[in-house]
């Protein structure tokens, strides 16, 4: 049958990987993982591996960070050389990061079949970079594994061909309800000494982080949110310079955290009476939880997670009056989940992938 390849590259794609690699090894597959080292910060990436039960990568490319021009090449002439020498029978990619079109592209050019988790979601905003990436791995791709029903609609509009696409569910709620007896809200407050009610926060994304002025005009909002309950955020690498510049630890009711490993993360959002966010997953993660998500975006890729009831879409102007609101109404129903949401999108995601390979000639 040939090796599968894992590729993954940032935090999403290893609690996205884990079940899928899990289920393939249940089914005996040969697998072998590619770390690209988009995320080289070992509390962004490597403490990831050991919570979740991932083999260590058998190799790690070390691309580091960069322009997005800079650092896809790098990923392309790595994953190039690594497709070549180990000639896989099928590779898999995870999500919207540059690894994953980089991933995808070396192998349609080598004629390797492609596989992509989380395909089919769509922020119809193509000046986001995890916009551009999702849509070209998806025409790229041999299977796309969708984790929602809008998601199948998407990959059918853009002419994608029924028999590719796959409705699964969502392996990174397979990792959530996995561990769920782990996330120790008590503990990791008591570790990082963090109050008994706080909002948290998360904040990385490009048009919210990367402008002096925008990001300075985002904390005086954060500021608004600590004046209603106390606000922890841990720090993401991107935009951190400029969140601090702007004064974000200023405020007596900001407690700035260095990044969190899962276990750790998890626990701090299950414990949370609100999370602001500019994440993907997070709106995921918290309809799951019962967490209400106040995501500071013009749009989302995760429409679900709104209909659904635990999310909603913010600007900065309406993230304070947001926040008292949701802070005044408490944790959503989560007893609810969406289709298939069920913990078992690995082993659906493994079965057709061994029936598609079992399928291939020789």
């Not at 899990?22 to 995320?39: K, Y």
């Not at 309800?177 to 990791?188: G, H, P």
């Not at 109404?329 to 078992?344: E, I």
Request: charge should be negative.
């Amino acid at each position: 049958m040939g090796s599968i390849v894992h590729v993954l590259g940032a935090r999403p794609n290893f609690v996205k990987a884990a079940p899928v690699i899990g289920a393939l090894r249940a089914a005996n597959a040969e697998q072998a993982v590619v770390h690209t080292g988009q995320h080289y910060d070992e509390r962004m990436s490597e403490i990831f591996f050991h919570e979740l039960g991932l083999p260590e990568p058998d190799v790690n490319l070390g691309v580091g960070s960069g322009s997005h021009a800079a650092q896809t090449a790098a990923l392309l002439t790595g994953l190039e050389g690594e497709f070549t020498s180990r000639s896989p029978a099928l590779v898999i990619v995870y999500g919207d990061v540059n690894s994953t079109i980089a991933a995808a592209l070396v192998a349609a050019k080598l004629h390797i079949p492609v596989a992509h988790v989380e395909a089919g979601l769509r922020s119809f905003d193509m000046t986001m970079p995890e916009e551009v990436n999702r849509r070209l791995t998806d025409q790229l791709s041999d299977l796309c594994f969708a984790t929602s029903p809008e998601a199948v609609g998407h990959l059918a509009r853009e002419g994608v061909p029924v028999e590719r696409v796959h409705l699964v569910g969502n392996p990174m709620i397979d990792t959530l309800l996995a561990n769920l007896d782990k996330f120790d809200t008590a503990r990791v407050r008591a570790e990082h000494g963090l109050p008994e009610r706080y909002v948290l926060a998360t904040m990385h994304r490009p048009a919210n982080v990367d402008a002096p002025e925008t990001a300075a005009a985002l904390v005086r909002h954060l500021h608004g949110v600590a004046d209603l309950a106390d606000l922890v955020i841990p720090v993401h690498p991107r935009g951190r310079a400029n969140l601090l510049a702007a004064g974000l630890d200023d405020h007596p009711g900001v407690h700035v955290l260095e990044p969190l490993g899962y276990i750790d993360f998890v626990a701090a959002v299950r414990g949370a009476a609100a999370v602001v966010t500019d994440s993907g997953g997070l709106q995921e993660e918290t309809t799951i939880l019962g967490v209400p998500c106040l995501t500071v975006r013009p749009n989302t890729e995760r429409p679900i997670t709104i209909t659904h009831g635990t999310n909603r879409l913010v600007g900065f102007e309406e993230l304070v009056p947001a926040a008292r609101k949701v802070l005044e109404a408490g944790h959503v129903d989560a007893s609810r989940k969406p289709p298939l949401w069920d913990g078992q999108a690995g082993p659906r995601i493994a079965d057709v992938i061994m029936e598609y390979l079992g399928d291939q000639p020789a």
